[in-house]
């Protein structure tokens, strides 16, 4: 009699062992919870490659009119180009690729806040269709290049547009054809909106200003990179890198690239243009003719 209560016992064990063996399996959820979606991500398509766009995938984009910084769009322009911003924007909420502290704030004309990134204002393309403002969907570029001043939001332009008032050394305005007067000028800046100059005493992919021990690099800075990734509205093949004393020098239809060194890597600064006369170091223009 007492060795089968003993069985029994055991039974009872086992069976209460089991069961909760299975509650336990059935309680516990292993599976990972889906990672929440980032504020900004890096999407690809095989013509622009990277570029920024929301948790939605809805493409964000620059304008070229932005060149100190400012939000230009004003009045009309904000319903077809609406500002994009995230409020308190942290670095958890970036995708892989994209760094804190390339973003920034600042308040429009309008009163609303707008997201930056590397210094340009942030915007969506809402076109006019029929009569109605109707955003881009997922994975549409169809604003890049629009009015060749608009352009997809890249995290690694080496050359961007922009339309500014040239501004000389000498205080005064300059149109395109470096004649004294008020006119906006399409031309080249790098990434972060610092303006690019041509020399005109240079020849086909040959600096002849930079001296062998760069003494005078501090008063015109060569544009220093290898990189060539420039707006669509651009054509890359017209882009190379020149070797200038060891160092890379990106050259465009020929021309050594170069900063000014009076612009002090200011945004919208065009400084040169006048110095040491007009036209001496124009700035160059998709339209710049090919270096002899």
């Known amino acids: 009699m007492k060795l089968k209560q003993i069985k029994l016992a055991l039974v009872a064990i086992m069976a209460t062992s089991i069961f909760v063996s299975c509650s336990n399996d059935k309680d516990t959820d292993n599976t990972p919870a889906p990672e929440a979606k980032k504020e900004i991500s890096l999407s690809s398509s ?13 493409s964000l984009y620059f304008f070229g009119s932005d060149a100190k910084g400012q939000a230009s769009c004003t009045g009309g322009c904000e319903a077809v180009w609406p500002a994009f911003y995230v409020d308190n924007l942290t670095a958890d909420k970036l995708g892989t690729g994209l ?13 609303k806040k707008q997201l930056t990134y590397k210094g340009w204002p942030l915007y969506y393309y809402a076109p006019n269709i029929n009569g109605t403002n109707t955003p ?21 332009y080496s050359v961007m547009l922009v339309k500014s008032q040239l501004i000389g050394h000498d205080g005064k305005n ?3 054809d470096y004649t004294a007067g ?3 000028t399409t031309y080249f800046t790098d990434a972060n909106g610092s303006t690019l100059y041509t020399f005109k005493n240079d020849n086909f992919k040959k600096n002849n200003f930079t001296k062998a ?42 021309w050594p690239l170069y ?10 600064s065009n400084k040169g243009i006048s110095f040491p006369s007009p036209g001496v170091w124009p700035v160059p ?8």
């Open 259 to 268: 900063y000014f060194g009076q612009d002090a890597s200011v945004r919208g």
């Open 285 to 292: 223009v998709k339209d710049s003719p090919i270096a002899i």
């Open 213 to 254: 021990d760069f003494s005078n690099n501090a008063v015109w800075p060569i544009y220093e990179t290898d990189k060539i990734v420039v707006p669509s509205f651009l054509d890359k093949s017209k882009f190379s890198v020149i070797t200038v004393f060891g160092k890379s020098q990106l050259t465009y239809n020929g």
């Open 174 to 176: 300059y149109k395109s």
């Open 182 to 184: 008020d006119g906006l």
């Open 99 to 111: 760094t804190f502290s390339d973003f920034g704030t600042i308040t429009t004309s309008s009163g």
């Open 136 to 156: 881009e969907t997922k994975g549409q570029t169809t604003g890049d290049g629009v009015g060749g001043i608009w352009f997809i939001a890249k995290p690694d």
């Open 46 to 58: 095989t013509t622009l490659g990277s570029y920024l766009s929301d948790k939605d995938g809805k």
